[in-house]
């Protein structure tokens, strides 16, 4: 009981105080998201495959919302272009071949952050490295890895037991792009393309769009 009062002491004094809540967390940020996800599946329905002479797709369509919570070493040290996040969404199936299904998705990211800064032209002769880099980026281009765990849930009626939750996971990869645009040192707007690689399910296009709180 004492550890845990000593740790809700030290949080309430750290966010109290914007000097230790930068010194201590400075470089965390937390990132609210919306997502779309498209899959193309290949149909089963041979006869309808064969009358239109050519492979036949079933399209699934997600909406999701979500967030990441992440650590951005370039904030905090100026000299490593990484970001790391955990990222949680959930999403519902809006369009597709079966109705009813649900997606949750826990994937853990590794970024690359291209930054780009603004320079005015009386700058380029005088400006440091140094300097620059203690500025915000104008915007970052970003490619990244992730890695996490996709779980479908979809309900069904069974005769004799009723309705049931029927639940499957895998394991899923994922590639990353995107570009960031930082509005100001501690709030930024990202959007962001993910192809998915899941085992056991189908692979999916996805597109994020989302929001970024820093600490500095």
Known sequence: MKRLVIVLLFFIAAFSNKTLLSATFSGV???PKFNFKHEALKSTNIEETMKKGSVVFDKNNYL?????VG???????RLIPLRIDLEYMFQGMVAG??????????????????NVFFLKNSELDTVTSKVLYQRTPLMNIYIGLSIGNRLFQTRYNYSDIGD??????????GINAGLVYNIFDWFAVD????????????????????TRFTIR
């Open 191 to 210: 959007l962001g393309y993910r192809y998915i690689i899941g085992f056991g399910f189908n692979n999916a296009h996805e597109v994020l769009i989302g």
């Open 71 to 77: 650590y951005d070493l370039f904030r905090k040290t």
């Open 164 to 173: 049931a939750l029927i639940t499957r996971s895998s394991f899923v990869f």
């Open 29 to 31: 940020y937390i990132a």
């Open 64 to 68: 999701g919302l979500g967030f990441a």
């Open 97 to 114: 071949k079966d109705k009813g299904y649900f997606m949750q998705d826990i994937m853990a990211s590794i970024y690359y952050d291209i």
